[in-house]
Protein backbone atom coordinates (compact mmCIF):
# COMPACT_ATOMS: atom_id res chain seq x y z
CA UNK A 1 0.00 0.00 0.00
CA UNK A 2 1.49 3.37 -0.61
CA UNK A 3 0.50 5.08 2.16
CA UNK A 4 2.04 2.38 4.74
CA UNK A 5 5.40 3.67 5.98
CA UNK A 6 5.67 1.66 8.99
CA UNK A 7 7.05 -1.44 8.94
CA UNK A 8 7.50 -2.60 12.60
CA UNK A 9 4.44 -4.17 13.87
CA UNK A 10 3.56 -2.48 16.43
CA UNK A 11 0.80 -0.11 15.48
CA UNK A 12 -2.42 0.86 17.72
CA UNK A 13 -5.02 -1.01 17.95
CA UNK A 14 -8.29 0.55 18.30
CA UNK A 15 -12.08 -1.32 19.00
CA UNK A 16 -15.61 -0.83 17.70
CA UNK A 17 -16.59 1.08 21.20
CA UNK A 18 -20.44 1.25 19.73
CA UNK A 19 -21.83 1.40 16.55
CA UNK A 20 -23.30 4.62 16.59
CA UNK A 21 -22.52 5.62 12.61
CA UNK A 22 -23.45 2.84 10.00
CA UNK A 23 -22.50 4.18 5.82
CA UNK A 24 -23.35 3.19 3.18
CA UNK A 25 -21.15 2.95 -0.07
CA UNK A 26 -24.28 3.45 -2.14
CA UNK A 27 -22.65 4.27 -5.44
CA UNK A 28 -19.93 2.30 -5.11
CA UNK A 29 -16.81 4.20 -6.74
CA UNK A 30 -18.85 5.32 -9.40
CA UNK A 31 -19.47 9.28 -9.99
CA UNK A 32 -20.43 11.53 -12.93
CA UNK A 33 -17.41 13.27 -11.86
CA UNK A 34 -13.75 13.25 -11.50
CA UNK A 35 -12.69 15.41 -8.37
CA UNK A 36 -8.90 16.15 -8.67
CA UNK A 37 -8.68 15.90 -4.84
CA UNK A 38 -10.81 11.95 -4.45
CA UNK A 39 -9.11 9.83 -1.67
CA UNK A 40 -10.86 6.93 -3.59
CA UNK A 41 -10.49 8.61 -7.03
CA UNK A 42 -13.64 7.87 -7.77
CA UNK A 43 -15.14 8.52 -11.73
CA UNK A 44 -18.05 7.15 -14.66
CA UNK A 45 -15.92 4.28 -15.24
CA UNK A 46 -13.95 3.50 -11.85
CA UNK A 47 -16.01 -0.03 -11.38
CA UNK A 48 -13.73 -1.24 -8.07
CA UNK A 49 -16.55 -0.67 -5.62
CA UNK A 50 -20.68 -1.02 -7.41
CA UNK A 51 -23.64 0.58 -6.90
CA UNK A 52 -25.69 -0.94 -4.08
CA UNK A 53 -28.92 -2.77 -4.22
CA UNK A 54 -31.64 -1.78 -1.73
CA UNK A 55 -31.67 -5.45 -0.91
CA UNK A 56 -28.05 -5.47 0.09
CA UNK A 57 -28.63 -2.00 1.77
CA UNK A 58 -31.94 -3.02 3.95
CA UNK A 59 -30.00 -6.27 4.73
CA UNK A 60 -27.37 -4.09 6.89
CA UNK A 61 -29.95 -1.67 8.09
CA UNK A 62 -32.01 -4.73 9.48
CA UNK A 63 -28.55 -5.99 11.28
CA UNK A 64 -28.22 -2.12 12.48
CA UNK A 65 -31.51 -2.26 14.47
CA UNK A 66 -30.18 -4.77 17.54
CA UNK A 67 -26.92 -2.76 17.41
CA UNK A 68 -28.64 0.40 18.21
CA UNK A 69 -27.51 2.27 15.18
CA UNK A 70 -27.86 6.07 15.97
CA UNK A 71 -27.25 7.59 12.42
CA UNK A 72 -26.63 6.24 8.84
CA UNK A 73 -24.45 8.14 6.29
CA UNK A 74 -24.75 7.39 2.13
CA UNK A 75 -21.50 8.04 0.27
CA UNK A 76 -20.25 7.19 -3.18
CA UNK A 77 -19.33 8.27 -5.43
CA UNK A 78 -22.06 9.81 -6.61
CA UNK A 79 -25.28 8.53 -4.49
CA UNK A 80 -27.99 9.84 -6.64
CA UNK A 81 -26.78 7.98 -9.84
CA UNK A 82 -27.66 4.66 -7.77
CA UNK A 83 -31.57 4.06 -9.18
CA UNK A 84 -32.72 3.05 -5.91
CA UNK A 85 -31.41 5.81 -3.95
CA UNK A 86 -34.92 6.96 -3.23
CA UNK A 87 -36.10 3.41 -2.07
CA UNK A 88 -33.29 3.50 0.16
CA UNK A 89 -33.11 6.43 2.02
CA UNK A 90 -37.27 5.88 2.24
CA UNK A 91 -36.74 2.72 4.06
CA UNK A 92 -33.78 4.66 5.89
CA UNK A 93 -35.79 7.20 7.51
CA UNK A 94 -38.88 4.59 8.87
CA UNK A 95 -36.03 3.68 10.98
CA UNK A 96 -33.17 6.49 11.81
CA UNK A 97 -31.55 9.87 10.32
CA UNK A 98 -29.90 9.49 7.26
CA UNK A 99 -27.70 12.00 5.60
CA UNK A 100 -26.49 11.72 1.84
CA UNK A 101 -23.29 13.03 0.50
CA UNK A 102 -23.38 14.23 -3.04
CA UNK A 103 -22.52 16.33 -5.38
CA UNK A 104 -25.84 18.03 -6.26
CA UNK A 105 -25.53 18.09 -9.97
CA UNK A 106 -28.08 15.36 -10.11
CA UNK A 107 -30.81 17.45 -7.99
CA UNK A 108 -32.99 18.70 -10.37
CA UNK A 109 -36.02 20.26 -9.31
CA UNK A 110 -38.24 16.90 -9.28
CA UNK A 111 -35.83 14.59 -7.43
CA UNK A 112 -35.55 17.60 -4.77
CA UNK A 113 -39.36 17.75 -4.42
CA UNK A 114 -39.35 13.90 -4.18
CA UNK A 115 -36.33 14.73 -1.34
CA UNK A 116 -38.82 16.65 0.31
CA UNK A 117 -42.09 14.14 0.23
CA UNK A 118 -39.33 11.09 1.69
CA UNK A 119 -38.36 13.81 4.44
CA UNK A 120 -41.77 14.95 5.41
CA UNK A 121 -42.98 11.92 5.97
CA UNK A 122 -40.54 10.86 8.62
CA UNK A 123 -40.16 11.99 11.97
CA UNK A 124 -36.11 11.47 11.37
CA UNK A 125 -33.66 14.11 9.50
CA UNK A 126 -32.88 14.01 6.12
CA UNK A 127 -29.69 16.23 5.89
CA UNK A 128 -28.67 16.40 2.23
CA UNK A 129 -24.35 17.53 2.28
CA UNK A 130 -23.60 19.08 -1.02
CA UNK A 131 -19.65 19.15 -1.68
CA UNK A 132 -18.60 22.61 -3.12
CA UNK A 133 -14.48 23.33 -2.95
CA UNK A 134 -14.82 26.96 -3.98
CA UNK A 135 -16.48 29.66 -3.79
CA UNK A 136 -16.25 30.31 -7.33
CA UNK A 137 -16.66 28.80 -10.80
CA UNK A 138 -13.44 29.05 -11.50
CA UNK A 139 -11.87 27.83 -8.00
CA UNK A 140 -14.11 25.15 -7.58
CA UNK A 141 -13.80 24.04 -11.27
CA UNK A 142 -10.45 23.62 -11.34
CA UNK A 143 -10.91 20.93 -8.22
CA UNK A 144 -14.44 19.44 -9.43
CA UNK A 145 -13.94 19.92 -12.96
CA UNK A 146 -15.88 22.13 -16.10
CA UNK A 147 -19.55 23.08 -15.31
CA UNK A 148 -19.89 21.59 -12.29
CA UNK A 149 -19.98 24.66 -10.12
CA UNK A 150 -23.19 25.87 -12.06
CA UNK A 151 -24.98 22.14 -11.87
CA UNK A 152 -24.52 21.73 -8.08
CA UNK A 153 -25.23 25.89 -7.38
CA UNK A 154 -28.80 24.56 -8.86
CA UNK A 155 -28.55 21.39 -6.97
CA UNK A 156 -28.70 23.46 -3.79
CA UNK A 157 -31.48 26.34 -4.88
CA UNK A 158 -33.36 23.30 -5.43
CA UNK A 159 -33.59 21.57 -2.30
CA UNK A 160 -33.28 25.32 -0.60
CA UNK A 161 -36.87 25.62 -2.26
CA UNK A 162 -37.85 22.53 -1.00
CA UNK A 163 -37.01 23.25 2.52
CA UNK A 164 -33.96 21.87 3.16
CA UNK A 165 -30.81 23.47 4.76
CA UNK A 166 -28.19 21.36 2.72
CA UNK A 167 -24.75 21.33 4.53
CA UNK A 168 -22.16 22.65 2.02
CA UNK A 169 -19.00 20.59 2.23
CA UNK A 170 -16.13 21.89 1.48
CA UNK A 171 -12.23 20.12 1.16
CA UNK A 172 -10.06 22.43 2.75
CA UNK A 173 -7.69 23.20 -0.19
CA UNK A 174 -6.60 26.62 0.79
CA UNK A 175 -3.72 28.11 2.88
CA UNK A 176 -4.35 28.96 7.38
CA UNK A 177 -4.65 32.66 7.04
CA UNK A 178 -7.16 32.28 4.00
CA UNK A 179 -10.12 30.96 6.25
CA UNK A 180 -11.71 34.03 6.80
CA UNK A 181 -11.60 35.28 2.99
CA UNK A 182 -12.79 31.63 1.84
CA UNK A 183 -15.54 31.29 4.66
CA UNK A 184 -16.61 35.01 3.69
CA UNK A 185 -16.51 33.92 -0.21
CA UNK A 186 -18.83 30.69 0.47
CA UNK A 187 -21.42 32.51 2.43
CA UNK A 188 -21.62 35.87 0.54
CA UNK A 189 -21.77 32.92 -2.75
CA UNK A 190 -24.25 31.06 -1.41
CA UNK A 191 -26.56 33.58 -0.07
CA UNK A 192 -26.31 35.33 -3.91
CA UNK A 193 -27.25 31.87 -5.13
CA UNK A 194 -30.73 31.72 -3.56
CA UNK A 195 -29.41 30.10 0.14
CA UNK A 196 -29.81 32.53 2.89
CA UNK A 197 -29.16 30.61 5.94
CA UNK A 198 -26.28 28.62 4.67
CA UNK A 199 -24.49 25.88 6.59
CA UNK A 200 -20.96 24.97 6.31
CA UNK A 201 -18.49 22.18 7.04
CA UNK A 202 -15.01 22.30 6.63
CA UNK A 203 -13.14 19.20 5.87
CA UNK A 204 -8.87 18.53 5.75
CA UNK A 205 -8.12 17.18 2.72
CA UNK A 206 -7.88 13.48 3.00
CA UNK A 207 -3.94 13.02 1.35
CA UNK A 208 -4.57 9.46 -0.38
CA UNK A 209 -5.54 8.30 -3.69
CA UNK A 210 -6.37 11.37 -6.45
CA UNK A 211 -5.45 13.75 -3.44
CA UNK A 212 -1.64 12.16 -2.95
CA UNK A 213 -1.13 12.98 -6.81
CA UNK A 214 -2.32 16.69 -6.71
CA UNK A 215 -0.79 17.32 -3.02
CA UNK A 216 2.60 15.80 -2.24
CA UNK A 217 0.95 13.19 0.12
CA UNK A 218 1.88 12.14 3.75
CA UNK A 219 4.93 13.12 4.67
CA UNK A 220 6.79 9.78 6.26
CA UNK A 221 6.47 11.18 9.52
CA UNK A 222 2.58 11.53 9.56
CA UNK A 223 1.12 8.16 11.02
CA UNK A 224 -0.25 7.37 14.68
CA UNK A 225 2.06 5.81 17.44
CA UNK A 226 0.60 4.25 20.56
CA UNK A 227 2.83 7.49 22.52
CA UNK A 228 0.58 9.83 20.72
CA UNK A 229 -3.00 8.24 22.41
CA UNK A 230 -1.25 8.46 25.68
CA UNK A 231 -4.30 10.12 27.41
CA UNK A 232 -6.09 10.57 23.79
CA UNK A 233 -10.17 10.03 23.28
CA UNK A 234 -9.99 7.29 21.69
CA UNK A 235 -13.60 7.85 20.13
CA UNK A 236 -12.30 10.92 18.15
CA UNK A 237 -11.28 8.27 15.87
CA UNK A 238 -14.47 7.39 13.21
CA UNK A 239 -13.71 3.86 13.38
CA UNK A 240 -14.32 3.88 17.43
CA UNK A 241 -18.11 3.80 16.64
CA UNK A 242 -18.72 3.63 12.89
CA UNK A 243 -18.59 0.96 10.03
CA UNK A 244 -19.22 1.24 5.93
CA UNK A 245 -21.24 -1.37 4.14
CA UNK A 246 -20.03 -1.64 0.47
CA UNK A 247 -20.47 -3.90 -2.63
CA UNK A 248 -17.82 -5.77 -1.60
CA UNK A 249 -18.68 -6.22 2.52
CA UNK A 250 -17.64 -3.92 5.69
CA UNK A 251 -14.88 -1.78 5.76
CA UNK A 252 -13.70 -0.11 8.91
CA UNK A 253 -14.01 3.66 7.82
CA UNK A 254 -15.14 5.35 4.56
CA UNK A 255 -11.81 6.85 3.51
CA UNK A 256 -10.07 3.39 3.64
CA UNK A 257 -11.89 1.17 1.69
CA UNK A 258 -9.09 1.43 -1.11
CA UNK A 259 -7.31 -0.83 1.28
CA UNK A 260 -7.79 -4.23 1.25
CA UNK A 261 -6.67 -4.75 4.93
CA UNK A 262 -9.89 -2.62 5.85
CA UNK A 263 -12.38 -4.73 4.97
CA UNK A 264 -13.43 -6.66 8.47
CA UNK A 265 -15.89 -8.84 7.03
CA UNK A 266 -19.55 -9.43 5.21
CA UNK A 267 -21.63 -8.35 8.41
CA UNK A 268 -21.51 -5.73 11.13
CA UNK A 269 -21.37 -8.41 13.23
CA UNK A 270 -18.26 -9.91 11.37
CA UNK A 271 -16.43 -6.19 11.04
CA UNK A 272 -17.22 -5.60 14.82
CA UNK A 273 -13.32 -6.50 15.60
CA UNK A 274 -10.73 -4.21 16.36
CA UNK A 275 -8.34 -2.68 13.91
CA UNK A 276 -4.80 -1.56 13.54
CA UNK A 277 -4.38 1.87 13.00
CA UNK A 278 -1.80 1.34 10.29
CA UNK A 279 -2.80 4.26 7.46
CA UNK A 280 -1.39 7.42 7.47
CA UNK A 281 -4.85 9.09 6.48
CA UNK A 282 -5.74 7.28 10.40
CA UNK A 283 -3.16 10.67 11.28
CA UNK A 284 -5.60 13.07 9.51
CA UNK A 285 -8.79 11.96 11.76
CA UNK A 286 -6.22 12.06 14.88
CA UNK A 287 -5.35 15.46 14.30
CA UNK A 288 -9.12 16.51 13.17
CA UNK A 289 -11.26 14.10 14.96
CA UNK A 290 -13.87 12.57 13.48
CA UNK A 291 -14.20 14.16 10.33
CA UNK A 292 -16.85 12.73 8.36
CA UNK A 293 -19.95 13.16 10.85
CA UNK A 294 -22.23 15.81 11.02
CA UNK A 295 -21.88 18.45 14.10
CA UNK A 296 -25.00 17.65 15.24
CA UNK A 297 -23.77 14.22 16.27
CA UNK A 298 -20.67 15.63 18.03
CA UNK A 299 -20.60 15.07 22.02
CA UNK A 300 -20.20 11.49 21.18
CA UNK A 301 -17.34 11.38 18.72
CA UNK A 302 -15.64 14.48 17.81
CA UNK B 1 -43.56 6.75 47.26
CA UNK B 2 -43.00 9.23 44.47
CA UNK B 3 -45.74 10.11 42.37
CA UNK B 4 -45.14 13.11 40.57
CA UNK B 5 -41.16 14.72 40.34
CA UNK B 6 -40.19 18.03 38.74
CA UNK B 7 -37.52 17.47 36.08
CA UNK B 8 -35.38 20.65 35.62
CA UNK B 9 -33.37 20.92 32.74
CA UNK B 10 -29.83 23.24 31.73
CA UNK B 11 -30.06 26.34 34.13
CA UNK B 12 -27.35 28.32 32.14
CA UNK B 13 -26.61 30.92 35.15
CA UNK B 14 -30.49 31.97 34.09
CA UNK B 15 -31.04 32.21 38.26
CA UNK B 16 -34.58 34.28 37.73
CA UNK B 17 -36.12 31.78 35.52
CA UNK B 18 -34.41 28.92 38.23
CA UNK B 19 -36.11 30.18 40.92
CA UNK B 20 -40.34 30.88 38.98
CA UNK B 21 -38.97 27.21 37.92
CA UNK B 22 -38.70 26.15 41.65
CA UNK B 23 -42.25 27.64 42.74
CA UNK B 24 -43.98 26.47 40.26
CA UNK B 25 -43.11 22.85 40.64
CA UNK B 26 -43.87 23.73 44.39
CA UNK B 27 -47.02 24.89 44.10
CA UNK B 28 -47.68 22.50 41.55
CA UNK B 29 -47.42 19.90 44.99
CA UNK B 30 -44.61 17.53 43.66
CA UNK B 31 -42.52 15.18 46.09
CA UNK B 32 -39.33 16.10 44.43
CA UNK B 33 -37.61 18.46 42.19
CA UNK B 34 -34.17 17.37 40.51
CA UNK B 35 -32.23 19.49 38.18
CA UNK B 36 -29.85 18.04 35.62
CA UNK B 37 -27.52 20.20 34.87
CA UNK B 38 -25.74 22.61 33.06
CA UNK B 39 -26.04 25.19 35.84
CA UNK B 40 -23.68 27.65 34.30
CA UNK B 41 -23.23 29.05 30.47
CA UNK B 42 -24.89 31.90 28.88
CA UNK B 43 -26.38 33.88 31.19
CA UNK B 44 -25.21 36.25 34.21
CA UNK B 45 -23.53 35.79 37.57
CA UNK B 46 -23.53 32.29 37.60
CA UNK B 47 -23.24 32.35 41.90
CA UNK B 48 -26.94 33.24 42.08
CA UNK B 49 -27.42 29.90 41.26
CA UNK B 50 -26.23 27.79 43.92
CA UNK B 51 -28.48 29.01 46.61
CA UNK B 52 -31.43 28.23 44.83
CA UNK B 53 -30.49 24.72 44.41
CA UNK B 54 -28.71 24.08 47.82
CA UNK B 55 -31.47 26.17 49.80
CA UNK B 56 -34.49 23.89 48.30
CA UNK B 57 -32.23 20.52 49.23
CA UNK B 58 -32.50 19.89 44.67
CA UNK B 59 -30.77 16.95 44.12
CA UNK B 60 -28.50 17.80 40.73
CA UNK B 61 -27.12 15.81 38.30
CA UNK B 62 -23.03 17.02 36.87
CA UNK B 63 -23.57 18.16 33.47
CA UNK B 64 -20.65 18.69 30.94
CA UNK B 65 -20.44 22.52 31.84
CA UNK B 66 -20.13 21.78 35.43
CA UNK B 67 -17.68 18.82 35.16
CA UNK B 68 -15.31 21.09 33.03
CA UNK B 69 -15.79 24.48 35.05
CA UNK B 70 -15.13 22.71 37.96
CA UNK B 71 -12.18 20.60 36.96
CA UNK B 72 -10.56 24.01 35.51
CA UNK B 73 -10.94 21.88 32.06
CA UNK B 74 -10.19 24.43 28.83
CA UNK B 75 -13.98 24.46 27.21
CA UNK B 76 -17.24 23.48 28.07
CA UNK B 77 -17.36 20.36 26.12
CA UNK B 78 -20.20 21.77 24.60
CA UNK B 79 -19.02 19.67 21.79
CA UNK B 80 -19.03 22.48 19.33
CA UNK B 81 -17.33 22.54 16.04
CA UNK B 82 -17.58 25.38 14.25
CA UNK B 83 -15.73 28.26 14.35
CA UNK B 84 -18.32 31.17 15.03
CA UNK B 85 -19.92 28.22 17.57
CA UNK B 86 -16.84 28.04 19.42
CA UNK B 87 -15.89 31.98 19.37
CA UNK B 88 -19.57 32.26 21.63
CA UNK B 89 -18.48 29.31 23.29
CA UNK B 90 -15.32 30.15 25.14
CA UNK B 91 -16.50 33.94 25.42
CA UNK B 92 -19.01 32.43 27.26
CA UNK B 93 -16.96 30.27 29.46
CA UNK B 94 -14.51 31.83 30.04
CA UNK B 95 -16.68 34.66 31.86
CA UNK B 96 -18.64 31.63 33.66
CA UNK B 97 -15.56 29.95 35.02
CA UNK B 98 -13.92 33.31 36.23
CA UNK B 99 -17.43 34.35 37.70
CA UNK B 100 -17.71 30.89 39.93
CA UNK B 101 -16.86 30.73 42.99
CA UNK B 102 -14.60 28.33 44.07
CA UNK B 103 -16.33 26.98 46.90
CA UNK B 104 -19.26 25.97 43.80
CA UNK B 105 -16.54 24.54 41.76
CA UNK B 106 -15.84 22.17 44.34
CA UNK B 107 -19.33 21.20 45.48
CA UNK B 108 -20.10 20.92 41.39
CA UNK B 109 -16.81 18.65 41.00
CA UNK B 110 -19.10 16.07 43.27
CA UNK B 111 -22.32 15.90 41.49
CA UNK B 112 -23.33 12.74 40.59
CA UNK B 113 -22.62 11.80 36.56
CA UNK B 114 -26.72 10.23 37.50
CA UNK B 115 -29.77 9.74 39.67
CA UNK B 116 -32.06 6.92 40.08
CA UNK B 117 -35.28 6.57 41.18
CA UNK B 118 -38.06 4.34 41.55
CA UNK B 119 -41.82 5.90 40.09
CA UNK B 120 -43.99 3.73 41.27
CA UNK B 121 -42.72 0.24 39.11
CA UNK B 122 -41.10 2.45 37.13
CA UNK B 123 -37.16 2.46 37.32
CA UNK B 124 -35.89 6.08 36.61
CA UNK B 125 -32.87 7.55 35.12
CA UNK B 126 -32.00 11.08 34.92
CA UNK B 127 -28.51 12.07 32.84
CA UNK B 128 -27.70 14.85 31.61
CA UNK B 129 -26.80 14.24 27.90
CA UNK B 130 -27.42 10.42 27.78
CA UNK B 131 -26.50 7.34 30.29
CA UNK B 132 -23.51 7.25 28.57
CA UNK B 133 -22.07 9.92 27.67
CA UNK B 134 -22.78 13.41 29.77
CA UNK B 135 -22.31 15.55 26.38
CA UNK B 136 -24.41 13.27 23.75
CA UNK B 137 -27.02 15.08 21.48
CA UNK B 138 -29.89 13.51 21.85
CA UNK B 139 -32.16 15.51 19.46
CA UNK B 140 -35.13 14.33 18.50
CA UNK B 141 -35.12 13.72 15.13
CA UNK B 142 -32.09 12.10 14.88
CA UNK B 143 -32.59 9.66 17.48
CA UNK B 144 -33.96 6.30 16.52
CA UNK B 145 -36.26 4.36 18.84
CA UNK B 146 -33.98 1.31 18.39
CA UNK B 147 -31.22 3.69 19.58
CA UNK B 148 -33.26 4.09 23.02
CA UNK B 149 -34.84 0.74 23.33
CA UNK B 150 -30.77 -0.39 23.69
CA UNK B 151 -29.71 2.40 25.86
CA UNK B 152 -33.22 1.20 28.43
CA UNK B 153 -31.53 -2.02 28.56
CA UNK B 154 -28.35 -1.19 28.50
CA UNK B 155 -28.29 0.74 31.43
CA UNK B 156 -31.61 -1.05 32.61
CA UNK B 157 -33.71 2.18 32.93
CA UNK B 158 -37.75 1.70 32.20
CA UNK B 159 -37.64 6.01 31.72
CA UNK B 160 -34.70 7.92 30.57
CA UNK B 161 -34.57 11.53 30.95
CA UNK B 162 -31.91 13.89 29.65
CA UNK B 163 -31.43 17.70 28.64
CA UNK B 164 -28.27 19.08 27.09
CA UNK B 165 -29.72 19.77 23.48
CA UNK B 166 -31.82 23.12 24.76
CA UNK B 167 -35.01 21.37 22.88
CA UNK B 168 -37.58 19.27 24.80
CA UNK B 169 -39.00 16.29 23.26
CA UNK B 170 -40.27 12.71 24.41
CA UNK B 171 -41.02 9.00 23.53
CA UNK B 172 -42.88 6.36 24.27
CA UNK B 173 -41.67 3.15 22.88
CA UNK B 174 -42.60 -0.98 23.28
CA UNK B 175 -42.69 -2.33 26.69
CA UNK B 176 -43.97 0.48 28.20
CA UNK B 177 -40.27 2.62 27.69
CA UNK B 178 -40.08 6.18 27.90
CA UNK B 179 -37.45 8.81 27.18
CA UNK B 180 -37.80 12.40 27.97
CA UNK B 181 -35.72 15.19 26.88
CA UNK B 182 -36.95 17.38 29.92
CA UNK B 183 -35.87 21.17 28.35
CA UNK B 184 -34.09 23.70 29.57
CA UNK B 185 -35.05 26.94 31.60
CA UNK B 186 -31.44 28.65 30.77
CA UNK B 187 -33.16 29.73 27.45
CA UNK B 188 -36.31 29.49 25.16
CA UNK B 189 -36.48 26.72 22.81
CA UNK B 190 -35.57 28.67 19.70
CA UNK B 191 -39.59 28.49 18.37
CA UNK B 192 -40.07 32.68 18.46
CA UNK B 193 -41.44 32.17 22.26
CA UNK B 194 -39.36 34.05 25.20
CA UNK B 195 -40.80 31.71 27.78
CA UNK B 196 -38.57 28.15 29.02
CA UNK B 197 -39.83 25.22 30.52
CA UNK B 198 -39.08 22.11 32.67
CA UNK B 199 -41.16 18.79 32.88
CA UNK B 200 -43.38 16.92 35.21
CA UNK B 201 -43.17 13.55 35.26
CA UNK B 202 -46.41 11.81 37.36
CA UNK B 203 -47.46 8.32 37.78
CA UNK B 204 -51.52 8.20 37.04
CA UNK B 205 -53.30 4.87 37.07
CA UNK B 206 -49.65 3.04 36.64
CA UNK B 207 -48.87 4.46 33.84
CA UNK B 208 -46.04 7.46 33.70
CA UNK B 209 -47.03 10.99 31.84
CA UNK B 210 -44.36 13.65 31.17
CA UNK B 211 -45.73 16.98 30.72
CA UNK B 212 -43.78 20.00 29.49
CA UNK B 213 -44.25 23.11 31.27
CA UNK B 214 -44.07 26.74 30.17
CA UNK B 215 -42.17 29.06 32.51
CA UNK B 216 -42.98 33.08 31.91
CA UNK B 217 -40.38 34.86 34.06
CA UNK B 218 -39.17 38.57 34.00
CA UNK B 219 -36.99 37.94 30.56
CA UNK B 220 -36.53 41.93 30.59
CA UNK B 221 -34.66 41.82 33.88
CA UNK B 222 -32.40 38.72 32.93
CA UNK B 223 -31.33 40.94 29.78
CA UNK B 224 -30.91 43.65 31.45
CA UNK B 225 -28.52 41.98 34.05
CA UNK B 226 -26.64 40.65 31.11
CA UNK B 227 -26.22 43.72 29.71
CA UNK B 228 -24.40 45.25 32.45
CA UNK B 229 -22.14 41.99 32.76
CA UNK B 230 -21.41 43.01 28.85
CA UNK B 231 -22.42 39.72 27.93
CA UNK B 232 -22.31 39.35 23.87
CA UNK B 233 -25.40 41.06 22.17
CA UNK B 234 -26.25 38.06 20.65
CA UNK B 235 -27.07 35.84 23.78
CA UNK B 236 -29.02 39.34 25.01
CA UNK B 237 -31.23 38.70 21.68
CA UNK B 238 -31.94 35.05 22.18
CA UNK B 239 -33.30 35.95 25.60
CA UNK B 240 -35.51 38.96 23.94
CA UNK B 241 -36.56 37.19 20.55
CA UNK B 242 -36.81 33.30 21.54
CA UNK B 243 -34.82 32.61 18.54
CA UNK B 244 -31.12 31.46 18.82
CA UNK B 245 -28.22 33.64 17.31
CA UNK B 246 -25.88 31.18 17.64
CA UNK B 247 -24.28 27.61 18.65
CA UNK B 248 -26.98 26.68 15.49
CA UNK B 249 -24.62 24.26 13.71
CA UNK B 250 -25.60 21.53 15.94
CA UNK B 251 -28.93 21.19 14.99
CA UNK B 252 -30.31 18.74 13.21
CA UNK B 253 -32.34 19.75 9.53
CA UNK B 254 -35.24 19.83 10.86
CA UNK B 255 -34.55 21.60 14.55
CA UNK B 256 -32.39 23.83 12.45
CA UNK B 257 -35.23 24.36 9.99
CA UNK B 258 -37.54 25.56 12.61
CA UNK B 259 -35.46 28.23 13.72
CA UNK B 260 -35.01 31.90 12.54
CA UNK B 261 -31.12 31.71 11.70
Known amino acids: MQDLIKTKQDYPEIFLDSLDHLWFQVAGTLCNIKCEHCFISCSPTNHSFEFMSFEQVNNYLEESISRGVKEYYFTGGEPFMNKD ?54 MNDEIRGKGVFKKAMEGVRNLVVNNFLPIITVTKTWEENQDEEVLEGFINTLKSHGYPRPRLKILPSIKIGKEAARTKGYDKYEYVTNEMLVDFEMSNFICANSRIATSKGVYVCPILIDSPDANLGNTLEEASKGYELKHQACYTCYLFGAICSNYSSVGRDA | MLKKVALIGGVYSNHIALKKTVEDAKQKGVDAIY ?67 DVFKLWMKHLPTEIRFELGNYKVLLSHGSPRQMNEFLWETTTPTHFLEKLCADYNADIICATHTGIHWERKFKDDKYFVNVGVIGRPENDGNTFVGYTILELENDFVNAKYIPVEYD ?31 VLPAKERIKGKF
Open chain 2, 219 to 249: HHALAKEMKEEKLPEQFIETILSGWWTTCLE
Open chain 1, 85 to 138: MFKILERTLELGPATVLTNGMLIIPEKAEKLKAISDNSIYSLEIRVSIDGYTEM
Open chain 2, 35 to 101: CMGDLGAFGPNPDKVFPILIDNKIPVVQGNYDNSISNGLDDCQCGYTDPRDNYFAKLSYDYTFRKTN
